[in-house]
């Protein structure tokens, strides 16, 4: 009652402004939050192939301001901007290899018209006697992989067409000799694909001869593991001086049980503890 | 015919003006008419004057991006030609998405959907709420936020590229400007529209309004997206200072009083 009882509120113009931007603060945070969870659901698209020299993929992201330059200095339409449907981060170019791989034009028309430097003609450029010049085949799109269960080559079959289709042949791609096993008396000519020489740019998955092509590119995340620094390369004296940076004074930060092993590795106690 | 042309003397240039662009665009792109390559986000005029979309500059700076020279360069000079010279022009003279909203608008007044439907709360201003909703994401997720969800660029890709899916976004804002809210989209949302409002506040071109003239008709008032910045109309002259007037003349147009024209901003005099 006492509310009705005293004087009317004020509202001061203050007080009204200051509503009014929580109110819009409020509906920001709603839309944001769908608008971030549409974004970061678009970025996670991995499957995706970019043009020669692009940065890493989360610069590439960020640089990219997707104006479709690239694509259209392609003489071969390998570029394509994703469209909407595509469920690839829109706008940005991509390539599908087994429809139009990249034909490592040397003069990589795609490149230098990036007006953002999300294509980096520094990673596809090396230096030829003081000069700089394009140099395709240092472009880094993607890695090819062989899946060696539909593969005829690894059948006896001889193919090579992969080995045949790829621009570095012999460093690239390679053919492995191989025993067969089942005839005893041929060779298997198995592809190799040599991850530092392969550019990515797909011609072998285009000229595999399987339904589905066994030979296929990978972003180079997730067609390759990673070692990580703590394993060292013994046997080799270049690897095992990185030991001699590693600081001598190791600790171990947990601490160490105070009980006897025969205390506990009896007993099941500790396995149903909690 | 004299009459109509004069009466949608700009309307048909807007749409040369936009048609023309998105045709130069197209043509670059599937016959190697190589005028104006690219797209509204970045191009290159004839093959050496770099054109950037300076909001998408903005988000991609705000995402974390160190951008190349010619973006930059670009940017500015889009940037300075709106600031200083064309006004919101972008909207109304080279956005193609404004011809589906126009389409919206028009069928609005045909069907008297002003005079029957429910009115829907939404401001103005929360077009600049997006602007600073687009900057603040685009820190957060290192992605330019509104240029992956605009569907202005869905709109431009699509035509020089391929729509795929996109037609859906155009249809949708279509609709929305048609039974939703009067000048929904444009008026209302588009962050690319308010980030031009802001920008080009002070820019030299202007319609302006002579009083004694008016007979208090309400034409313009009735045909402009943003009538809001026509509030003065027949009370005072002198310029629209708004910058979200986007200089498309309609108001001219169907003024059978000439009580408004375009002309150069009064800087001096703000009663001009």
């Not at chain 1, 330059?69 to 290899?97: H, R, S, V, W």
């Not at chain 1, 890695?143 to 690239?172: H, T």
């Not at chain 1, 040599?194 to 072998?204: F, N, P, R």
Request: hydrophobic share 40%; aromatic share 8%; with cysteine.
């Amino acid at each position: 009652m006492s509310n009705l009882d005293s004087k009317k509120p004020v509202i001061t113009k203050r007080r009204r402004f200051l509503s009014v931007m929580a109110q819009s603060v409020g509906l920001s945070a709603l839309g944001g939050m769908v608008w971030t969870g549409y974004i970061e659901e678009a970025k996670s698209a991995p499957l995706i192939l970019r043009p020669p020299g692009a940065k890493p993929e989360t610069d590439f992201l960020r640089m990219c301001i997707k104006c479709g330059q690239c694509a259209e200095a392609c003489p071969f339409d390998t570029l394509l901007m994703a469209k909407p449907g595509d469920n690839k981060p829109m706008g940005t170019p991509y390539f599908i290899p087994r429809d139009v791989p990249c034909y490592m034009c040397t003069d990589i028309p795609c490149v230098p018209v990036c007006p953002t430097g999300a294509l980096d003609e520094e990673s596809v450029s090396s230096v030829v006697e003081g000069e700089k010049v394009l140099d395709i085949n240092k472009s880094k799109m993607g890695l090819a992989v062989v899946d060696e269960e539909s593969c005829i080559a690894f059948w006896g079959i001889q193919c090579d067409a992969c080995y045949r289709a790829c621009p570095l042949m012999d460093k690239a791609i390679v053919l492995e000799y191989k025993r067969n096993k089942r005839t005893g008396k041929h060779a298997l000519l198995i592809p190799k694909v040599m991850s530092e020489a392969c550019t990515g740019c797909g011609l072998c998955e285009r000229a595999c001869v399987t339904q589905k092509a066994a030979i296929f590119v990978l972003p180079h995340e997730i067609a390759q593991g990673k070692i990580g620094g703590h394993y060292i390369k013994g046997w080799d004296p270049d690897d095992e001086k990185r030991l001699n940076d590693v600081s001598v004074d190791v600790t171990t930060r947990t601490k160490r049980s105070e009980l006897v092993p025969q205390d506990y590795l009896n007993s099941d106690e500790v396995l149903f503890d909690e | 015919m004299s009459n109509f042309l004069k009466k949608y003397r700009f309307l048909m240039l807007r749409r040369v003006s936009q048609i023309g662009i998105m045709a130069l665009y197209f043509s670059a792109n599937a016959y190697g008419f190589n005028v104006l390559t690219g797209t509204l986000s970045s191009s290159l005029l004839f093959g050496t004057i770099p054109l950037s979309d300076p909001f998408a500059v903005a988000q991609m700076f705000s995402a974390g991006a160190l951008l190349g020279a010619d973006v930059l360069v670009g940017a500015l000079i889009v940037l300075l030609f709106y600031v200083s010279i064309g006004g919101r022009a972008f909207c109304s003279w080279v956005c193609p998405i404004n011809m589906i909203t126009d389409l919206a608008n028009w069928l609005r007044r045909v069907l008297l959907l002003d005079k029957t439907e429910k009115r829907v709360w939404l401001g103005r201003g929360v077009r600049y709420w997006v602007i600073i909703l687009s900057l603040i994401l685009s820190a957060f997720t290192s992605v330019a936020a509104f240029e992956i969800i605009s569907p202005i660029s869905m709109l431009h890709r699509g035509i020089v590229f391929g729509m795929g899916m996109g037609f859906a976004a155009v249809l949708s804002i279509f609709l929305f400007d048609l039974f939703a809210v009067k000048n929904g989209w444009c008026g209302h949302i588009c962050p690319l529209g308010g980030f031009y409002s802001v920008a080009s506040k002070l820019s030299i071109i202007r319609v302006k309004h002579n009083q004694p003239n008016c007979t208090l008709c309400m034409k313009c008032k009735d045909v402009c997206p943003e009538k809001q910045i026509l509030s003065f109309i027949g009370k005072e002259s002198g310029d629209v200072r708004s910058g979200e007037c986007t200089n498309c003349g309609r108001c001219i147009e169907v003024c059978d009083d000439d009580a408004l024209h375009f002309g150069i901003r009064n800087y001096i005099n703000k009663n001009g």
